[in-house]
């Protein structure tokens, strides 16, 4: 008789690894390939309406935050990217160690996977691309022949929703005759991972978040998947 073959049990916390890491390599699969698709077939400013006047696929490119803030110059902000993405991953480690409900790690991937998704673009389309402009598209090039240098690329946005558009009354004091676009920000799949995950993170995992990361109290069991 052969011997019983001892069967390794897969814990959870390898399999909120295996789950992270799934996460963050489909959210980067999808938001550089649309962003290849809109680069690399559309000029920039460029705009293709998708769903009536309110659902607007239009390309634009910016060096700033999420949502085409601009503040800072793309090196300095790319470098804050990476300390953050570096901080994320680590909080991420930490909280599958701490046996975390699996939502608040797919809440973490997601905001982490948006925010390299970004960084891919600050460090390397400078050098991967050549220039988008209103009346030509950008195309791939060999690896250095780009628009640009390590760290200065450009983020590609594309989204855009002004639900509302009108113009305020103007019996309005400051604002009276000016237009008004809700919601006005134009942004990128990378963009929606950070926020959905961390809007999710803090609605529905706040207390979670506070109790095993924040205080750095593990316990386990007692909270639900």
Same mark, same amino acid.
């Given at each position: 008789?052969?011997?019983?073959?001892?069967?390794?049990?897969?814990?959870?916390?390898?399999?909120?690894?295996?789950?992270? $890491?799934? +996460?963050? #390599? !489909?959210?980067?699969?999808?938001?550089?390939? =649309? /962003?290849?698709? *809109?680069? @690399?077939?559309?000029?920039?400013?460029?705009?293709?309406?998708?769903?009536?006047?309110?659902?607007?696929?239009?390309?634009?490119?910016?060096?700033?935050?999420?949502?085409?803030?601009?503040?800072?110059?793309?090196?300095?902000?790319?470098?804050?990217?990476? $300390?953050? +993405?570096? #901080? !994320?991953?680590?909080?991420?480690?930490?909280? =599958? /160690?701490?046996? *975390?409900? @699996?939502?608040?790690?797919?809440?973490?991937?997601?905001?982490?996977?948006?925010?390299?998704?970004?960084?891919?673009?600050?460090?390397?389309?400078?050098?991967?691309?050549?220039?988008?402009?209103?009346?030509?598209?950008?195309?791939?090039?060999?690896?250095?022949?780009?628009?640009?240098? !390590?760290?200065?690329?450009?983020?590609?946005?594309?989204?855009?929703?002004?639900?509302?558009?009108?113009?305020?009354?103007?019996?309005?004091?400051?604002?009276?005759?000016?237009?008004?676009?809700?919601?006005?920000?134009?942004?990128?799949?990378?963009?929606?991972?950070?926020?959905?995950?961390?809007?999710?993170?803090?609605?529905?995992?706040?207390?979670?978040?506070?109790?095993?990361?924040?205080?750095?109290?593990?316990?386990?069991?007692?909270?639900?998947?």
């Amino acid at each position: 008789m052969n011997p019983r073959v001892p069967v390794m049990e897969i814990t959870k916390a390898q399999k909120q690894r295996v789950t992270a $890491v799934c +996460v963050i #390599l !489909l959210i980067l699969f999808c938001d550089q390939l =649309i /962003k290849y698709l *809109v680069k @690399t077939s559309m000029s920039l400013y460029e705009s293709v309406s998708m769903a009536g006047n309110w659902a607007i696929l239009y390309f634009t490119e910016n060096k700033g935050m999420a949502f085409g803030v601009d503040f800072m110059g793309t090196f300095c902000l790319c470098l804050l990217r990476i $300390v953050a +993405v570096v #901080l !994320l991953a680590y909080y991420l480690n930490k909280a =599958i /160690k701490k046996n *975390v409900p @699996t939502g608040l790690i797919i809440c973490l991937s997601l905001v982490l996977a948006g925010a390299a998704g970004n960084i891919f673009d600050n460090m390397f389309y400078g050098l991967i691309y050549s220039e988008s402009t209103p009346y030509s598209v950008a195309s791939l090039v060999p690896f250095g022949h780009g628009y640009g240098q !390590l760290f200065t690329g450009r983020v590609v946005d594309m989204f855009y929703f002004p639900i509302i558009q009108t113009t305020w009354p103007d019996w309005l004091p400051f604002w009276g005759g000016h237009r008004f676009v809700f919601f006005s920000p134009i942004f990128n799949f990378a963009d929606s991972a950070i926020t959905c995950g961390g809007f999710a993170a803090v609605i529905f995992y706040h207390k979670t978040f506070s109790k095993y990361i924040g205080k750095g109290k593990a316990q386990n069991g007692g909270d639900a998947e």
